[in-house]
Each structure stands twice: as C-alpha cells, then as structure tokens.
C-alpha cells in the first residue's frame, strides 16, 4: 500500500496530486542530506526547521506533512509529526488553571433575561468546561448528566468544579445556573424558562451553587445544547465545534472590552417625574402644551420640506440651463 492510500491519510489521490506529494518528500530529502538531517526517521524540529526555511500557502504545507507522515508510516516508523488536538481555551502553562481570566468572562456574562440570560448560561457552562476543566470539544459535546453530580462540591466527570468568593465569577455556580434551567429548554417549556430567567426575581449577591437545585436536569438527555436566534434547543444534534470556536472568543472579547452591560436585577422601581403630583386641571394644562408643541413641530417640519421641495426645484432648471443643447 502507497502513503497516498493508507487509511490514516484519506482517499487516494490522482496521479498529478501524487507526483506533486513524491516532489515534496524529494525537496525534503535533498534538503536533509545538504543540511546533515536523517530524513527517515526525522525528527519534530527537523520538520519545523524544513517548513520555515521553504514557506509556502497552508495547502502547501499541509502536503509537505502529509507526505513525510506517509512515508514514515509507510517505513513502520512512528508519527514524526503527533497530532494534538486544538483547544479553544488552551491549557495555561501553570500546574493550576488561571482562573482569573475565567472568572473576569463568567462575571460579564448575562444570567437572566430571556433570551439572553438563557445563552448566556449556556455559553458560560460552554465556558467552564473548556476554561475551568480544559476539556477539549469533542469531550465537552459528550457531556451528559451522568456526567455531573451535584452535592455539597460539583464534580464533572470526577474533576471538581472550584467556587471563588464572588457569585457572579463562581465556577460551581455557573454550572448550577444552567442545569436549573436546562431541564425545561429540553423539553421546550418557554414559559419555565422566562420564569427561571426574570431579573425581579434574580439575585447576584448569594451563590447559586449552595441552594437546592431539584433534579429536573436530568431529563435532559444532553447538556450542551445548540440553540437557536430565539432561544428554542434543537436537542438531538450536539453542539458543533465550530460554534464552540466562534462562541468562547466572542465572550473573552466582550468581557474584555467592557461591551456587555451590567445587569440590573431586583424590582423595578419607576423613576419618578416631574407629572406624577399634578392636578387634573393641571394635567388636562399640559397636554394642551404638549398638542401645541406637536402641532408646533409639524408646523415646521413642513415647512422645512417645502423649503427642500423648492431647493430642489430651482437646482433642477439651473441644470437644466446649463446644459448644452442638443
């Protein structure tokens, strides 16, 4: 079998696509003997230093990987270049999690309000996941709730979700807000879900994950749910990696901006005006004034469109004279 059809490099190629492989593993080759390099087996940092001395488009690139692996594998000789899977909030560098980055994204992101505290929850679950536990996409749209368990500490598969000292920031309650909520965005209870979501009846100054959660979440067949413009799950398709990659920069950028509002929750109190001690003599006054102004303002609204109608008339025939006869 030729590297161009092992199973671990994709279909067989044409003709013109495997002489244009063989003539990327012949440069490599040259340049590995000129420059004192083993092209079989070659190492990691001999690829990379191949790649930066010959640049090329990404597509180019890519072949040159995909025809040294091919001819390594095709050798019996291990994988020179090891994939690693891309992660979307890369691993710090620190044996502990920055969790300062987290914790700034998770404040910043809306908790109520549907349908925007409905996303927001979602994504900073999305968050903790991929930022707190460093899962990578294809562990975290596996997530189920056999996954989770829910105590006195929060546990996703086995690892311990932290707390910090402020609600809004908390890890552990990020994960307990949406699983109050996932239960009836499953089965497509709206009306729960607005209930779940209203700001008067919302607080950010207790943690959420030290009160009692009931066991509706795990009817949700699936945790990390698409969902659409209007705030509808659409269960039985996982969420996609590449919502996972457009949705956790967006949140990162909009936390570090200051772009999202804070949000106000509690009663609302009206604002009270300068009308609310009137008489009824004193009311039916006032409107009588405002009727004036209206009447007042259309007044000269049309008057300003008549004085534009005439401009526009008198710089029609000025061109008109103007123009050559013909």
């Given at each position: 079998m030729t590297p161009q059809t092992s199973p671990k490099l994709g279909p067989k190629l044409g003709p013109d696509s495997e002489a244009l492989l063989e003539a990327h593993w012949g440069r490599f080759v040259a340049w590995c003997e000129a420059a004192g390099h083993a092209s079989l087996p070659a190492t990691a940092a001999t690829i990379e230093q191949f790649l930066t001395l010959f640049p090329g488009s990404a597509s180019t690139q890519r072949l040159r990987r995909r025809t040294i692996r091919a001819h390594h594998l095709e050798a019996g000789l291990p994988d020179p270049i090891p994939t690693v899977e891309a992660r979307v909030w890369p691993r710090p560098e620190a044996p502990t999690p920055d969790q300062t980055a987290v914790g700034e994204?998770?404040?910043?992101?809306?908790?109520?309000?549907?349908?925007?505290?409905l996303r927001g929850r979602r994504d900073a679950f999305l968050i903790?996941?991929?930022?707190?536990?460093?899962?990578?996409?294809?562990?975290?749209?596996?997530?189920?709730?056999?996954?989770?368990?829910?105590?006195?500490?929060?546990?996703?598969?086995?690892?311990?979700?932290?707390?910090?000292?402020?609600?809004?920031?908390?890890?552990?309650?990020?994960?307990?807000?949406w699983l109050r909520i996932v239960g009836p965005v499953w089965t497509g209870f709206r009306g729960d879900v607005i209930r779940l979501l209203d700001p008067t009846k919302g607080t950010l100054d207790r943690h959420d994950c030290e009160q009692?959660?009931?066991?509706?979440?795990?009817?949700?067949?699936?945790?990390?749910?698409?969902?659409?413009?209007?705030?509808?799950?659409?269960?039985?398709?996982?969420?996609?990696?590449?919502?996972?990659?457009?949705?956790?920069?967006?949140?990162?950028?909009?936390?570090?901006?200051?772009?999202?509002?804070?949000?106000?929750?509690?009663?609302?109190?009206?604002?009270?005006?300068?009308?609310?001690?009137?008489?009824?003599q004193e009311t039916y006054a006032e409107l009588g004034e405002t009727d004036a102004a209206v009447d007042a303002a259309v007044a000269r609204m049309k008057a300003?469109?008549?004085?534009a109608t005439g401009l526009g008339r008198a710089l029609n025939h000025a061109t008109a004279a103007t123009l050559p006869d013909r």
């Open positions: 994204v998770l404040a910043a992101i809306p908790k109520y309000r549907y349908p925007i505290g903790v996941l991929l930022g707190v536990l460093h899962l990578t996409r294809e562990q975290a749209r596996t997530i189920t709730p056999a996954d989770v368990a829910v105590t006195s500490i929060v546990r996703i598969r086995g690892q311990v979700v932290p707390s910090s000292d402020e609600p809004a920031s908390c890890a552990a309650c990020a994960v307990t807000r009692p959660i009931s066991r509706e979440w795990r009817r949700a067949e699936q945790l990390l749910l698409p969902l659409d413009v209007y705030g509808w799950a659409r269960t039985g398709i996982t969420l996609s990696g590449r919502s996972m990659t457009s949705i956790i920069p967006s949140r990162r950028a909009a936390a570090a901006d200051g772009s999202t509002p804070k949000e106000v929750l509690g009663t609302v109190a009206r604002r009270p005006s300068r009308f609310d001690e009137l008489t009824l300003l469109y008549d004085d």
